[in-house]
């Protein structure tokens, strides 16, 4: 199992896990699944307490170190730590069952960032279900680094080397061109591909992978872009309100700029708080490049109108 970049382990309880667990009569030898088994080749496997304790329990903001009086319930919740990830186990095992699963890609991923202060009401007893994006700003309907970039897991036996990460540019949209070149498809020619062929990152090949460039879109509208490690901003997408009705995220608005994009180097600044346009404006040269090629494209093949249910032209959305 390959972890393709780091797994950030938060995750906050919800009501409905405290729900689904009371009937259990035994939630110390529950059979889970979760992220860190995948690593040690273990598809589904019994897990002690303190064993769970110890790789996991102190990674949950909110429950901290588990006690044996809520074993009953918040451990039997950490153990499940997601239906999706015992769906998973089951997928792993029917593989196996099968025989099939030394022949098989999976892929386990996000397909956004966290919902953020939009999906506070999640929450329990006052605990808001905001989910992290770790070092990076931003969540979920915006177009900073914390809100398009996730987790990606993919297990290949005897192909992905076991307990190796990559620091690779990837795209969900590369997943297609790679997955063709390894079965021996073909792409199709009567249309551009956004995806470029990763086989070489899955393979340990490739450090950096083959993709330098990555453009970020809110709808129709093309409103940043990715080169190397700097982000480059077209359209100033901030929170609507203020007070207790500040909006971010899925809520956000969005400005043109004055002609000029916001630079940011996420290296060395993840959070993306100091713009660096005026000393490093040079960057803007490949980005714009980028972003050149593309609009190239869509003048043979335009793009399909965007859905959108806050503006409507010619009685369309």
């Known amino acids: 199992m390959s972890l393709m970049t780091d797994i950030p382990m938060m995750h906050w309880l919800r009501q409905a896990d405290f729900e689904h667990l009371q009937g259990l009569q035994n939630p110390g030898d529950i059979k889970v699944t979760t992220p860190l088994d995948f690593g040690s080749n273990q598809n589904a496997g019994l897990i002690s307490k303190n064993d769970l304790n110890q790789r996991i ?76 994006s770790g070092p990076f700003r931003g969540e979920l309907g915006e177009a900073t680094e914390g809100s398009i970039r996730t987790v990606a897991i993919i297990r290949w036996p005897g192909q992905v080397k076991p307990d190796t990460t990559s620091y690779a540019m990837f795209s969900i949209m590369d997943f297609l061109p790679t997955f063709s070149h390894i079965v021996g498809g073909k792409m199709p020619t009567d249309r551009p591909i956004d995806g470029v062929d990763q086989t070489d990152v899955l393979l340990g090949n490739s450090m950096m992978g083959h993709r330098e460039s990555l453009l970020s879109f809110i709808g129709a509208d093309l409103v940043a872009a990715r080169w190397k490690q700097w982000r480059i901003y077209f359209t100033d997408v901030h929170p609507t309100g203020i007070g207790p009705q500040r909006e971010p995220g899925i809520f956000s608005a969005s400005a043109s700029m004055a002609g000029y994009p916001k630079v940011y180097n996420i290296e060395m600044d993840p959070h993306e708080d100091l713009v660096i346009g005026g000393l490093f404006s040079w960057v803007t040269g490949p980005a714009l490049k980028a972003v050149d090629e593309y609009l190239e494209t869509v003048k043979k093949y335009p793009n399909p109108p965007a859905p959108n249910i806050t503006q409507f032209k010619n009685g369309g959305g």
């Open 57 to 132: 329990g102190t990674c949950l903001s909110g429950v901290g170190r588990l006690r044996d009086d809520d074993i009953d319930v918040r451990y039997g919740s950490l153990a499940d730590i997601d239906a999706r990830q015992s769906h998973v186990g089951q997928i792993l095992d029917t593989l196996k069952a099968l025989g099939v699963d030394d022949n098989t890609i999976v892929v386990f991923a996000s397909d956004n960032g966290p919902y953020g202060e939009t999906g506070r009401e999640f929450g329990n007893e006052g605990t808001p279900d905001m989910g992290n």
